[in-house]
């Protein structure tokens, strides 16, 4: 598509891009162009652990969640079921002031019509077999949250953006937007492409292209950890997620009886093109202690690999989506700080909804308040990442 004109042209195809493609051709809003140098989920979304749980902060979120967890589950079902498995999430404590942010969480998210139930050393036995829970002092457990494997749900979101006429370049450099006649001028590859509206998705890379367009925004990329591994007995999909919330490490089942831990992350800024992309030592050694300690029938879990990534944060923690200049009809969805499986759908179907809006609708962006970029209008656009599963409700008052 050589010199062309599109409505909307989203760059950047992890998994929120693709969603939001395929969100903005199922509206019938188009022509619509995909771009990414890379193939999609070649980000973050490729090395996301893929846990998806309505155990979040505050009814935006959690609705956000159980919009894209109805999503990944329906495009699994009819395409690829192995990419999504309900398998229920388990958190637990020794420390007892930890464990009364437990117990008030339970109460908030059952207030917003999440199953959740706090369970006792016997039950936690039951659900973790491996585990020695002995000192415990709360934990809760959600039956309803899933794995998800995050690239493959990038995919067939991509796929179905194309089939429903979306054109999706891959692979190829563009030049920075240019804005001109009231329009956007992209060079892709060696062709000109004139697009009405930009959607920056980039993820990590979202910070950079917004400053080269002249508006930066408070994001910071930092660097992730994860591993794989391979226990002695092998553990089935179905086992739950876990999160040891002293240690901060998490684990979900993997394919072929293995498992996937994390945390490992950074609190520092990261450059997404030079990061070390192996995994540290000092971070398997740290998943290789909590195991011993706290599940102790995976101690002697073989590494199969371990990696890293580079995710972005906002100052408090919430994702930047909507119009970064409506006058020049620019647009960004980035910042998930870790939570991009989670929210992707969500997030994507509610920023479709408002674009095939428009701008003078005045209930467009009703349904993104929370998370729209002029929230942070004074930021300081460096600060220090503070991602994770925080078990506050409403506003952290540490930020």
Known sequence: MADSDVDVAVLGAGIAGCALAHHLAARHVGPILLYDPATPAAG???????????????????????????????????????????????????DVRTAALLEESVERLRGWGVEVRTVGPDALAELVPAGRFDGVRGAIYGPDDAVVTPSAIAELYAESARAQGVDVRLAVPMRTPERAGGHW?????????????????????????????????????????AAVLRPSVAVGAAHPSLHD?????????????????????????????????????????????????????????????????????????????????????????????????????????????????????????ASLAPVRPDRLAGRPLSFEPKPGFTLEGGDDPRL
């Open 44 to 94: 973050a979304t490729g090395r996301a652990a893929g846990i998806v749980t309505e155990q979040l902060w505050d009814p935006w979120d959690v609705e956000v969640a159980r919009t894209s967890k109805a999503e990944y589950a329906e495009l699994a079902g009819r395409w690829d079921p192995s990419a999504y498995t309900v398998n229920g999430f388990v958190r637990w404590t020794r």
């Open 245 to 365: 919330l002293d240690a901060d490490v998490y684990a979900r089942p993997e394919s072929g009886g293995r498992i996937l831990a994390g945390d490992g992350t950074e609190h520092v800024e990261a450059d997404p093109d030079r990061f070390p992309p192996g995994g540290d030592a000092a971070f398997v050694a740290h998943v290789a202690e909590t195991f011993a300690a706290t599940v102790p029938g995976w101690a002697d879990a073989e590494l199969v690999r371990a990696w890293a990534g580079v995710c972005t944060a906002t100052p408090d923690r919430r994702p930047v989506v909507g119009p970064v200049d409506a006058d020049a009809e620019l647009y960004v969805v980035a910042g998930f700080n870790g939570f991009g499986v989670m929210r992707a759908g969500g997030v994507a179907a509610r920023l479709a909804e408002a674009l095939a809006a428009g701008a003078s609708s005045p209930d467009a962006w």
């Open 185 to 225: 001028r992209l060079r892709v590859g060696s062709d000109t492409v004139r697009a009405r509206r930009i959607v920056v998705a980039a993820g990590a890379w979202s910070k950079r292209l917004l400053a080269e367009l002249g508006h930066a925004l408070p994001l910071v990329p930092y660097r992730t950890q």
